[in-house]
């Protein structure tokens, strides 16, 4: 370029132009270092926590099995309520979303406060706090409306238990509870608001109930919004189950028994399976799991009779003369013979005492079909003496007497079969002649539960084996022992039961029912010493109810190849025959209908 | 003196082509990032947000102030250097009082038809008379002359500083400074300064505000605020390590597209950047801007005069400034101070301005050669 003149007569400064490439170079060598260190140095860490960023694991809830009686009744069954929760990770101002809430809940917020800082450190920062559980459904529309407005805000579906029976199989379900904080931080599987089984089945069951949780990965934003879901493992709904338990039959016998305290049970000899198993006074298990309102609570602490406890498993009574069933199988294995025969004069004599037999004029000579059929006090008394304490204790240790059956409800109570080592123990005094002589009548010391009972005569019916009483549909038999009593003994004594229901005189007479082969054995336990008015034993109406009779009745009725072993015991509720009785007889005649009505 | 270059076949061929098209690639790039970096998935798919739309008008606009910066002759800035400062001046002190204030900082004077930022012309304004002041004299800087051009920068520095800005503050101060140690400083001032400056340093914490030391708190230590000043910290860091040597892939970045990257498509651009090229495309972004560089430094050695080669080594330092406190930042190894990437950060202002820089750079190498009459 020839018009070019270099005339440059000016230079950049040197200095400055080094800076200049030292500037450059220091650029490059910074940012080529740092860009290193985070993108390959720490680039796998990195990496993982951008993943850990976008990914969270979801639980999927499993719904809890539901429980059916034997025909497909619902017991147990869930149903969906809704309620508003704070995801705490995406909600900007607690305090702002907890006001409004309480705004849109009216509830105290000082409360909505407490039970959210109660509850927060038990729950992932991305997963939802219940803070006000059960919302109406009216108000679910208008706060679902502007929800757009409160992140981290949402309403939650939440599974609740419902028991459609309440009162009737209240016992045998129990009830569930959320798991408290011991059992999140035990059990690993369970999260805040989790339902576990309390009482009941419900305990008992828990594991086949549960069910699986899953887990499902979820890509989410940056305000937890999920963008993906993909489910890692599914969940498993826990198990249905279907009981033995004949609701129809289970509410008939509440029925029938009326206001009575006291309990009935229905066994099938044969399995151990339970038709029912009725215990009254009950509660309505749902109060559980809805929460009791002070009155509904102090209704059912301050009742006079108990209706928490479950009387077939857990209330032990004396077994009265229902405990001559097992005293006649004693004295059989002992090689007595059931002919011989004793005098009852109406009074026993040992040493300077005297035992009454209920009769006060005596049933003069009985062999041991008529003690039964009469239910005669002394025969027994003084057969026992022969057999001692020591036998007797023994054998009805045997006999499943003195330990739990087995049947799977929780707080099974085992009774008392008192002896020798035991009246040490307990009351501090030697075992005397006398306290045998009361025991061979099931009064005194001896105490017993009316399932102990029905599987005693169960076993009478079944040849002796010792059924574990099944509460689930189609269980398997399982035998828990067997009985010294041989098959032929029990045989025997069971046509006994048959001639005391049938023959007359026989003192189960009132459970005769046409058509049906019935058997059964009464008692009536004194809950304080006979009292007499003058000369005459005072009756039970004339006494206040918690000084009345216990009322026992064991029985079991059978027609067409199907039986079942009925035990009656109706608390204070007067004699075994005359309270007891026309119980069982209704009973019977809701188990076998008469022809004529049968459709 | 000629006011204008005229466009002719000489100019097309002496203008600097390299810095031009660093340039035009740089805003390219940065164009494809902001793409990707203004998208957003949802459950539906992404949407994009047009940032991308309006960057390239942007770019057109600002392609147009080069052009006619191009055609001035540079030399008339010289003459235009004082009574422009003293303008600025006149608007920085009228902003506390008619500016109106958003988010907090008052740094716009509204007239009405549109906002004016008095803060933007500053810079150049500094540059200008900076290079001015340091054109009369070749001779390395004395006491006097280095507090005389100190000054120049100080009293601008106060008054955006005051608005808060900091940022543009610092980088006006940055300028001056550059442009000093470029011209040169006497051995025995600058053996002085190097021992002072650092000392003063603690010293300005106290007039910080309260955010701003915050700021620096957080940058010395992301975990004391994760959710808060420290979570851009964290996250922007966590989005350029995943992208890892080869990065995501374009429009994969999870951490932009599903926002866990705050301020994406301006002052964490790069960092969208880093997570979807990874290591090579994140160092391939130096490499460009350390070339943009080197091409202003060629047009510094071959300008003809103090004046263009001292205004294009503020201009090199202005632009050196922006790539260290931007990637700086991203990065994690400077405090969070909202300065913009040049030509890959969204924003109009900034656009322009390194537009008309860049004008001026290219108008310097043109005017490069003395002809005789």
Redesign the interface.
Known sequence: ?S??????N?E??R???L???F??AF??V???A???Y???H??????R???E??TKIARIDAARGEIFDKNGVPLAENYITFAIAIVREDTPDVDAALAQISEWTNTSYEELVEKYNKNKYYVRSFDPIIIVADLPLELIAPIQSQLYLWPGIHIVPKARRHYPQKNTVAHIMGYVAEATKEELQEDENLSLGDIVGRQGLELMLEDRLRGKKGAAAM?????G???HREVISPAYSGENIYLSIDIELQKNIEHIMQNQAGSVIVMNPDTGALDALVTLPSYDNNLFVTGFSRKEWDAVRLHPRYPLQNRTIQSMFPPASVWKLLMAGALLEKGVDPRDTVFCSGVFKLGNRQFRCWSKYGHGNVDMKHSLMYSCDVYYYEKALDLGIDYIADFAKKCGFGRRTGIELPHEASGVVPDREWKLKKIGERWQNGDTVNLSIGQGFMLVTPIQQAVYISSLLNGGKLLKPQLIKDAEPEIMGYTPISPEHCKLIADYMFATANESRGTARIIKTEGVHTGGKTGTAQVVKIKMQGDRRKKNHEMDFKERDHAWLGAYAEKDGRRYVIVTMLEHGGGGSSAAGPVTRDIIKLLFPPENTKK | MKVFNTPNK?MFLDMNWALFITAIVIFSVGFVNLYSASSI???DGITHTPFYERQLMWGGIGLGLMFAVILINYKILERLASPFYFFVLFLLILVPVFGKTVYGAQRWLDLGFFSLQPSEFAKFSVLLMGAKYLAKD?E?LGWVRLFKLLFIGLVPFALIVKQPDLGTGLTVLFLIGGMA????IKWKVLRICLVIIPLTLPLSWFVLHDYQQERILTFLDPSRDPRGAGYHII?S?????????LGKGFQEG??S????LPEKHTDFAVAVL??EW??VG??GV??I??FF??CI?ST??E????FG?TLC?GI??YF?WQ??VN??MV???MPVVGIPLPFISYGGTAMMVNCILIGIVLSVSINR????A
């Not at chain 2, 597209?257 to 866990?260: D, G």
């Open positions: 370029m018009h070019k003149i270099e005339t440059k000016y950049p400064p200095m400055g132009l800076l200049l490439q500037a450059i650029l490059f910074v940012f080529f740092r860009y290193w985070l993108q390959i720490r680039g796998e860490e990195f990496a926590l951008s993943f960023n976008r890509e989410v934003d940056v305000f919004r999920s963008l | 000489r998935r949802l459950e070749g390395t140690l470029f011209h040169g996250q860091q966590i989005a350029i390590g995943s992208g890892e040597l999870t951490q597209q599903l926002r866990f880093g997570e990874g290591f994140s160092v130096v490499v801007f350390c560089l080197f430094y510094i050695c300008a003809r005069d103090r080669s080594a090199f330092f050196f790539v260290m990637t700086g990065v994690g190894i050669f003395v002809f005789k």
